[in-house]
């Protein structure tokens, strides 16, 4: 099946900064999406990005997909945005997620 | 519309015991995830539905685990007999194709 990967594994920020996360896929794909998990658990999609360039607030992705890879940025990055942000790639229509980024904003 | 609804949020029971856990996917999407989440394997896929029926349950663990979606709005993931390494959260999650939606998850104890 697909293989994905997503770096770095952590991720420690001042509130304020901003940083971009990476998914690299091993195969070609047609429907790459990102998720949030917060610390309560709740597993919310942020973006569900094929390709090109996508922006919602502070957050943005973008994905290249002959190079197989995504990227998440976030900008001005607040407490709130602590978490785990996954990736997820499909064969077929099941999504395999990578093991995600564990953000940690402090104040 | 309310979202991927899940029931129990919350299961506590002891070895050998049955689990029912129970979804209602988001009104007109066709398609329907069951997936569980451990801290040693991450986010598995156990089996998924495209208009009610079963199209890849290769997830599943094992005979112990059934799921069944008799209609569009619901469907049922049953663990029988439950044991201690089936603890984790049991997320459900819908879709019409394209982005993924899920529930607010169901923690499952096995004591």
């Known amino acids: 099946g697909i293989q994905v990967e997503q770096s770095p594994p952590d991720l420690i920020l001042q509130e304020g900064a901003n940083s971009t996360l990476r998914c690299n896929f091993s195969?070609?794909?047609?429907?790459l999406q990102w998720f949030h998990q917060n610390p309560w658990g709740q597993l919310i999609n942020l973006f569900y990005?094929?390709?090109g360039t996508k922006q919602n607030g502070r957050l943005s992705a973008t994905t290249v997909a002959t190079e197989r890879y995504s990227l998440l940025y976030i900008s001005s990055s607040q407490t709130t945005d602590s978490g785990v942000y996954f990736c997820?790639?499909?064969?077929?229509?099941?999504?395999?997620f990578g093991k995600g980024t564990k953000l940690s904003v402090i104040p | 519309d309310a979202g991927v609804i899940q029931s129990p949020r919350h299961e506590v029971t002891e070895m050998g015991q049955e689990v029912t856990l129970r979804c209602k996917p988001i009104?007109?999407?066709?398609?329907l995830f069951w997936y569980r989440q451990t801290m040693m394997r991450g986010l598995e896929l156990l089996i998924y539905?495209?208009?009610?029926?079963?199209?890849?349950d290769s997830g599943m663990p094992e005979d112990r685990f059934s799921a069944k979606m008799p209609n569009a709005s619901f469907s049922t993931l049953k663990i029988q007999p439950s044991e201690p390494r089936d603890s984790a959260v049991y997320f459900c999650?819908?879709?019409?194709?394209?982005?993924?939606?899920f529930g607010p998850g169901t923690r499952l104890t096995v004591t």
């Open positions: 999650a819908s879709s019409s194709g394209t982005m993924l939606y």
């Open positions: 195969d070609s794909v047609n429907n």
């Open positions: 990005i094929p390709s």
């Open positions: 997820a790639a499909p064969l077929s229509y099941q999504l395999t």
């Open positions: 009104s007109g999407h066709d398609y």
């Open positions: 539905f495209n208009n009610n029926v079963p199209i890849d």
